[in-house]
Each structure stands twice: as structure tokens, then as C-alpha cells.
């Protein structure tokens, strides 16, 4: 089940953090201001639930590309590290973020014993990276001061975020990635 991991599997985990990394500071920019627009209604949480998946992709891209136990837990930390570097207005808890975003999606993959590399198993990914991310945040951002309904809608918009982003983007970017190969006779 472990293999070995090469030179090339190591740079393109590389490389996926350093894009993925300036992605997640980029993405800051958008949450400050969805922030913004959402905190004279009240429902400011909601900007971080919104945009939460996009901030999780690394680690089921790095799975999809690797398909190789480790390869999500690894990538997202790298890509949180990458972040960091970037200056991160978050700080260093992103590193502890990333890891139990990527720890979450990698039990998405261990569910199918790093057999099933399809909706499957992005869609286990998803469930993991929304109930541990979600788990850790609720002691974290201190959503258990708010009433039951409202952190019910703020796990139910973590999850459609990042079954968007981490199941359905990632699997459409990896189904461009097969058609390319397939065209360069890969």
C-alpha cells in the first residue's frame, strides 16, 4: 500500500503548495471583504463557511495527482506553509489548519484504501475535511456561543463549500488533466 515517493512526486507537491499557497492569500482579500458585507446583517461566520472549500483544495489535488497515502495531508500543509510564507493574515494557526483540512481529506481517500481515485472518494474527502475542520473551528472561532440552528446553516454551507470546491472543481480540473495527457499520448 506505501510507495515510494520520487524527485518528481516531491516537486509537483512542491509546486501544487507554492500555487495553491498564493491562491489561499489571494482568497484572503475576497473573505475580508464578503466579511464586510455580511457583518451589519449579522451573519459575518458565514464568510469564512462560504469560501472554507476553496481553501481546502490542495489536499485532494495533491491525492488526485500523487495517489499516494500521505499525498493530501501533505500538500495541504505545504500549501498552508506556502500561505504563511506569502504572509498569511492568519498567522501561523494556519498551519495547524492545514493540517487537519489535509488530515480530513485524507481520510476521504484511506475510506478507499487508496484504491478509488474518483467521486467516490472526493466525496469521502469532502465529508472528512468538513466534519474534522468543522470540529476544530467550532472550539477555535467559538461557534458553540451560538444557538444550535445557526451552527447547524454554518456546517451546512461549510460542506456545500467544500464539495464544490474539493469534490466537483477538483475533479472537473482533473478530468482536463486526463484529456491533456490523453492528447499528448501520455
Known amino acids: 500500500m506505501f510507495q515510494k515517493w520520487s524527485l518528481r512526486d516531491v516537486i509537483l507537491l512542491a509546486l501544487l503548495a507554492i500555487l495553491f499557497g498564493g491562491i489561499f492569500v489571494g482568497s484572503s482579500f475576497l473573505y475580508n471583504i464578503l466579511s464586510a458585507v455580511l457583518a451589519p446583517i449579522g451573519l459575518e461566520p458565514f464568510a469564512n ?8 483544495m490542495a489536499a485532494p489535488m495533491a491525492a488526485m495527482l500523487l495517489r499516494k497515502p500521505g499525498s493530501a495531508t501533505i500538500g495541504e500543509l505545504l500549501a498552508a506553509l506556502a500561505e504563511v510564507l506569502y504572509g498569511s493574515q492568519f498567522g501561523m494557526s494556519t498551519l495547524i489548519s492545514g493540517f ?9 481517500f484511506a475510506a478507499t484504501r487508496y484504491k478509488r481515485y474518483d467521486w467516490l472518494s472526493l ?4 465529508i472528512g475535511t468538513t466534519l474534522l475542520s468543522f470540529t476544530y473551528e467550532y472550539f477555535k472561532i467559538g461557534y458553540y ?42
Open 123 to 126: 466525496t469521502y474527502s469532502a
Open 49 to 56: 463557511e462560504i469560501l472554507f472549500g476553496l481553501w481546502c
Open 145 to 186: 456561543a451560538f444557538k444550535p440552528g445557526f451552527v447547524l446553516a454554518l456546517l451546512i454551507v461549510r460542506f456545500f463549500s467544500v464539495f464544490f470546491f474539493c469534490a466537483v472543481l477538483v475533479k472537473i480540473i482533473m478530468n482536463l488533466y486526463d484529456k491533456i495527457n490523453q492528447a499528448a499520448g501520455k
Open 100 to 108: 487537519i483540512q489535509g488530515f480530513g481529506s485524507e481520510l476521504g
